[in-house]
């Protein structure tokens, strides 16, 4: 049995695909032969190194960037949210402030600002002070005094909304209503969005915050201004605001830390993630991050922190005395800075996105309005006397346009994915071996044949 057995494994192996073993059989002479064996350990050394290389790469989970930049010949105008920096700034504020009986103890700093922010307080912890909260800031009418781009007019209100902002109270959004959005089809300058605000604070509320500006805040339509970034332009410049976009598409884990589509309300059962979806604004992980921290001060402090984002029940009210703010200050002190903190707590409910987009901007300044603007200005408005006002502390230019409209898209892919390692499996074995897949049924074509041999040669014994 061993004959035949041996016979047929010999045959089968002549007839393989494979170069080294079929020609080592062949050899009549041994020095041939004695060739063809070291070749053929070498080769196979080779292919095991390079596979097993192949493996190692493939693991390791490596990606590529490819940057491709589109032409767009017209594009969505950025949504704007503008904020006086003052919270406190009409007539009505400073009424409200002069019948507020304060005791307030003596600073320990002159930037501490307490009278400031503790007004702030009164007025976020009762329902009946904030059901008034428009009254404290500026009015729509008084901030946004020219509003144009090209042919339109925005100053009409059709193009605004209303958002009221925890930290800087009244703000005017541009652009954010989906059923009236501007698009663009020029770049540059002479294209821009043009606005001047006023951003003026009553009389007698000059010393209680020390800031004057405003706080602008670029982001797409379907972005929260709470997750964006504001940035302050001054009173008396004119800033210019070039803006260009770049999305962004990775691979999800293990190729990156990015945790898949974040788009998709039911891909992810976190408490966080769900509660930004049910607020129909589009999810990214800073504000879910943010809120994590919010929802640690929440449960260790019984208030909410207005310098972080609240979505949450508006039965819970903010931090108000000095007992909760030490809290506050602990929870950060101790908690905020230790980024275990991040990793442990608030990454798990805070999925990260694979899909992003920003804005790139880039500023320039220019000084805005000269004395004989400043003359005419207040001619123009009628000031005289005691009224005459310094236009120049009290306006703002602001120039907003895309510098292109081609956008950058990076787009991240696998470096070696599965079919790439079979590609290289396959150049490899045939390259040094001379095998391809089907060497693999060679193989099996063996193990049958010898099983065939075997059984045939036990029905033979049982018959005899």
Same mark, same amino acid.
């Given at each position: 049995?061993?004959?035949?057995?041996?016979?047929?494994?010999?045959?089968?192996?002549?007839?393989?695909?494979?170069?080294?073993?079929? $020609?080592?059989?062949?050899?009549?002479?041994?020095?041939?032969?004695?060739?063809?064996?070291?070749?053929?350990?070498?080769?196979?050394?080779?292919?095991?190194? /390079?596979?097993?290389?192949?493996?190692?790469?493939?693991?390791?989970?490596?990606?590529?960037?490819?940057?491709?930049?589109?032409?767009?010949?017209?594009?969505?105008?950025?949504?704007?949210?503008?904020?006086?920096?003052?919270?406190?700034?009409?007539?009505?504020?400073?009424?409200?402030?002069?019948?507020?009986?304060?005791?307030?103890?003596?600073?320990?700093?002159?930037?501490?600002?307490?009278?400031?922010?503790?007004?702030?307080?009164?007025?976020?912890?009762?329902?009946?002070? /904030?059901? $008034?909260?428009?009254?404290?800031?500026?009015?729509?009418?008084?901030?946004?005094?020219?509003?144009?781009?090209?042919?339109?007019?925005?100053?009409?209100?059709?193009?605004?909304?209303?958002?009221?902002?925890?930290?800087?109270?009244?703000?005017?959004?541009?652009?954010?209503?989906?059923?009236?959005?501007?698009?663009?089809?020029?770049t540059g300058w002479s294209n821009a969005l043009h606005m001047i605000l006023n951003i003026s604070v009553a009389y007698g509320l000059e010393d209680l915050f020390p800031s004057i500006g405003a706080a602008i805040m670029i982001h797409n339509q379907t972005t929260s201004p709470l997750s964006?970034?504001?940035?302050?332009?001054?009173?008396?410049?004119?800033?210019?605001?070039?803006?260009?976009?770049?999305?962004?598409?990775?691979?999800?884990?293990?190729?990156?830390?990015?945790?898949?589509?974040?788009?998709?309300?039911?891909?992810?059962?976190?408490?966080?993630?769900?509660?930004? $979806?049910?607020?129909?604004?589009?999810?990214?992980?800073?504000?879910?991050?943010?809120?994590?921290?919010?929802? /640690?001060?929440?449960?260790?402090?019984?208030?909410?922190?207005?310098?972080?984002?609240?979505?949450?029940?508006?039965?819970?009210?903010?931090?108000?005395?000095?007992?909760?703010?030490?809290?506050?200050?602990?929870?950060?002190?101790?908690?905020?800075?230790?980024?275990?903190?991040?990793?442990?707590?608030?990454?798990?409910?805070?999925?990260?996105?694979?899909?992003?987009?920003?804005?790139?901007?880039?500023?320039?300044?220019?000084?805005?309005?000269?004395?004989?603007?400043?003359?005419?200005? $207040?001619?123009?408005?009628?000031?005289?006397?005691?009224?005459?006002?310094?236009?120049?502390?009290?306006?703002?230019?602001?120039?907003?346009?895309?510098?292109?409209?081609?956008?950058?898209?990076?787009?991240?892919?696998?470096?070696?994915?599965?079919?790439?390692?079979?590609?290289?499996?396959?150049?490899?074995?045939?390259?040094?071996?001379?095998?391809?897949?089907?060497?693999?049924?060679?193989?099996?074509?063996?193990?049958?044949?010898?099983?065939?041999s075997y059984i045939h040669r036990t029905k033979v014994i049982v018959l005899a």
């Amino acid at each position: 049995m061993s004959k035949n057995i041996s016979s047929v494994i010999k045959e089968i192996l002549l007839s393989s695909t494979s170069h080294g073993i079929p $020609n080592i059989i062949r050899s009549d002479k041994l020095g041939l032969r004695l060739i063809w064996i070291i070749s053929t350990i070498i080769s196979t050394g080779l292919c095991s190194y /390079m596979i097993v290389q192949g493996f190692i790469n493939y693991f390791s989970f490596e990606t590529t960037s490819k940057i491709q930049v589109y032409t767009e010949t017209s594009s969505i105008f950025p949504a704007i949210t503008i904020c006086n920096l003052n919270y406190f700034t009409t007539e009505y504020s400073v009424e409200f402030i002069r019948n507020l009986s304060l005791d307030i103890p003596q600073p320990s700093s002159y930037f501490d600002y307490d009278k400031y922010f503790m007004i702030r307080q009164i007025i976020s912890t009762n329902e009946e002070l /904030m059901s $008034n909260s428009y009254e404290y800031g500026d009015s729509f009418e008084k901030l946004i005094i020219y509003c144009q781009l090209l042919t339109i007019d925005c100053k009409n209100k059709e193009y605004w909304n209303y958002f009221y902002h925890e930290f800087y109270g009244n703000c005017y959004q541009i652009n954010t209503k989906l059923e009236n959005l501007i698009r663009v089809s020029r770049t540059g300058w002479s294209n821009a969005l043009h606005m001047i605000l006023n951003i003026s604070v009553a009389y007698g509320l000059e010393d209680l915050f020390p800031s004057i500006g405003a706080a602008i805040m670029i982001h797409n339509q379907t972005t929260s201004p709470l997750s964006t970034d504001a940035f302050a332009v001054s009173p008396g410049v004119e800033t210019s605001i070039a803006i260009s976009r770049q999305f962004r598409s990775s691979v999800p884990k293990p190729y990156s830390n990015c945790d898949g589509d974040t788009s998709d309300p039911n891909a992810f059962d976190t408490k966080l993630f769900k509660l930004i $979806n049910s607020k129909n604004i589009s999810y990214n992980q800073q504000l879910c991050v943010d809120l994590c921290f919010q929802d /640690m001060v929440i449960k260790e402090c019984k208030c909410y922190y207005i310098g972080f984002p609240f979505l949450s029940d508006k039965s819970i009210k903010p931090c108000k005395n000095d007992s909760e703010y030490e809290c506050i200050y602990s929870k950060i002190e101790n908690d905020f800075n230790d980024s275990s903190i991040v990793n442990t707590v608030c990454q798990p409910q805070c999925p990260l996105e694979c899909e992003s987009m920003s804005y790139k901007i880039l500023y320039s300044y220019n000084d805005f309005l000269n004395k004989k603007n400043n003359e005419d200005l $207040n001619d123009f408005y009628n000031f005289t006397g005691t009224n005459r006002r310094q236009m120049k502390k009290d306006l703002l230019s602001l120039y907003f346009y895309y510098e292109t409209l081609n956008y950058e898209k990076i787009t991240e892919k696998e470096r070696i994915d599965f079919v790439d390692l079979l590609s290289n499996i396959g150049g490899i074995a045939g390259l040094f071996l001379g095998i391809s897949f089907l060497s693999l049924v060679e193989i099996i074509e063996i193990v049958f044949q010898v099983l065939d041999s075997y059984i045939h040669r036990t029905k033979v014994i049982v018959l005899a």
